[in-house]
């Protein structure tokens, strides 16, 4: 058994890249239903070259893969995605969006980040550890790579239910995870919940003159009224029951929640952002532990140059709900049209859309969870930040309850990264530093 | 000089068909700036066919036409225009927009009624006048015809304060007009003003992971406050200060408005409209006297199938405000920033967009009102129902200011006719009455 050093896994960090290059290429759209059997098979070519016995299983949209290699005391379940965010809009990426381009120092192109580059960095990991161990895995690897998570990841629910016992393992490395602007790994314990939603309402069979909102109402008037409902100006949810199922942060959950450095203001200065909700100690606290509405997309009427003095007959607007243990999205969807209704908006119709996953936090004081933060360290030169919950979404539920694992997010995103985004992109030392921490996981696991 | 007969109009009639189908197939977009001048020339020859002489001046997007003829102690102002509204949502005409086509006793096509209809049945009223009178007029007849009237005749206040002169006559008919659907013809002594604006909201300065909703506020919420804040339920404006300036209507605008039958059914039918916001008694006076806000269009983040989980970095929403004597747009438009800003809405920037006219109302006692209704009774052989004001908007302000004239509307437009909407029409009976009624304005005119 070796120590990790860095110069020895230069090779495999240029590896990495080039896998890197060849997934970003592959244009595994889930929401458009783009490239995604082509995409899972050239994953799979790539586990199978590494020892990895690799099972392919239909899902709703894409395939689910389940590759398995090594053995040992230990077990790894590793999750990761092979579907990617659309592109558009396409006039505001510098360079094309499937063509990973490198420009100072950073590699930019949709899924660079999320998730292919954390994909390519974990199998880089994996190949050094091989290689030290004369091409053999000290621990056993287990990984699902799914190919829906960007539209909610509709087949892992009852995937992971139904293969229970292809995926048990001590701990789940999650497929996402972040460094800090000051080079700081930084982990997350949890995830929130996220329901899709699109509002719709209707007035009228087709499109009115609009001298005659005098006498009948208006969609996107109503639409407004229904929105306008959903929060406070502050941004805290106002729907009635909404709250009732927030389970309180613990003081180990708050405690951590403090020592989270800085307040948003790298992410404010990159996106350019004029109105935020919350600076200072308030930042980390909302973006851990508060659920909130986010309106997504809106469109009716006429969106064309100039005025066009109409009645629009219909108009909706897509919402999601981002949602904290232990609220369940079936009883938000439940409280939101008992809220419509109270306020005289019962023709206003609520339809799901596929984004609906349910909260989850791990236990901090888990030993997997510890390795991890450990390992995180240990690669990083660098304490790592701890994150009660991150305040993005994913279907993390699914692993800790029917799995019962804990689940650490740790990786290769910055908060530059525009993710979902135009001009997507990673540093390029992140992904060195991604390969380094996959190696110093992997082989202190395998010891302890 | 001979009476009013229907069977010498035939040839006349239908001679103005033909007129109508060619000036249907000229798309006159004033919005999209097509084909403008092209109609402007199509016209130009038709009067001058007729004896007139025509007089063309720049607009700003449309030239402006002020056409004079005939010889008498009565002067007539007759106004219309050549532009016609977009014809999109394309898919939902039953047949080509810009190809007049004959369905059921209907005329279909964009501008078949609005305006290009009256402008069509009035020439043919003109040619057999002249007809009757051995190819002269018996009165002064001055047509101003403009190009711009949909993107609310931007040239037209100015225009009419320098050109007084040649556009003085003792009234003027409107450009519009309708039929009840029992036959009675519908006057309008007055037109609501108009103001177009759009609300534009930023964030940041491109689109944000909506996880980011938790500490970012979001530029579709904050529009959705705002437009709800601007009316309640009932549709009545919630803008402080914005009534201050509503003139209180006489007892002569409440008995005629207590005349008018039905309260709106037929528009409901036509449409399929869902959400009245009044029946009853309280249709018409509310069509009549009430100054509300529409909402034409809003549109910001993801549109598309599905859902994406996006914060958006901007959205706009399109309004007009439809006002009654005596509000003045650019007031409104102080008590709207003042609202927003009283609110803490500062940052939705108000936009103004071309539409904006003043509201206008005639006195129902004027000579030439009444001979306009009394016309109207002879040649439709039905009682006219008068309404004090259309709900409707135009340029009335201009004329009943700067050239003292009553303006009267009286017109061919039927309640199922699709006015700015998809397979707009016109019904061919009442076109037939539309010619009558002008040989019997003219002639009366021409006696009185």
Redesign the interface.
Known sequence: MTSTSSTDLIPHIERGLADLRDLVALQSVS??GRMLPETAAHVTRLLEAEGFTVRSYPGEVAPVLVAEAGEGSATLLIYNHYDV??E?PLE?WDSPPFELTERDGRLYGRGASDDKGELASRLAAVRAVRERHEGRLPLRVRWLIEGEEE??SPSLERFIAEHADELRADGCWWEFGGISPEGRPVASLGL?G?M?V?LRC??????????????????????????????D?T?RVTIPGFHDDVREPSDADRAAIARIPGD?QP??DT????????TGSA?HE??NL?P??????????????????????H????L?F?LVPDQDPARILEVLRAHLDAQ?LE?IEIVE???HQKPARADAGHPFVRACIEAAGEAHGAEPIVHPS????GPMHPFTYHLGVPCVALGIGNVGG?????NENIVREHFEKGVAFGVALLERLARE
């Open positions: 929401a458009q965010q659309p558009d505001l539209v909610g929130k996220v899709g699109e209707r007035v009228a069979a087709s499109d009115l003159h609009s001298s005659l909102g005098a006498v009948i109402d208006n969609p996107l008037y109503r639409l407004a009224r229904a929105v306008a409902s959903l929060r100006e941004g948003g992410v404010r996106y350019g952002v004029t109105r935020p909700l919350a930042y909302r973006a508060m909130v509405v986010n309106v997504n997309g809106w469109g009716g009427g006429y969106q064309g140059e100039g005025s066009k003095t109409v009645l629009p007959a108009g909706f607007v897509k999601d981002r005289g023709d859309l596929e984004a991150s305040a993005a979404s525009r993710v979902h985004a135009p």
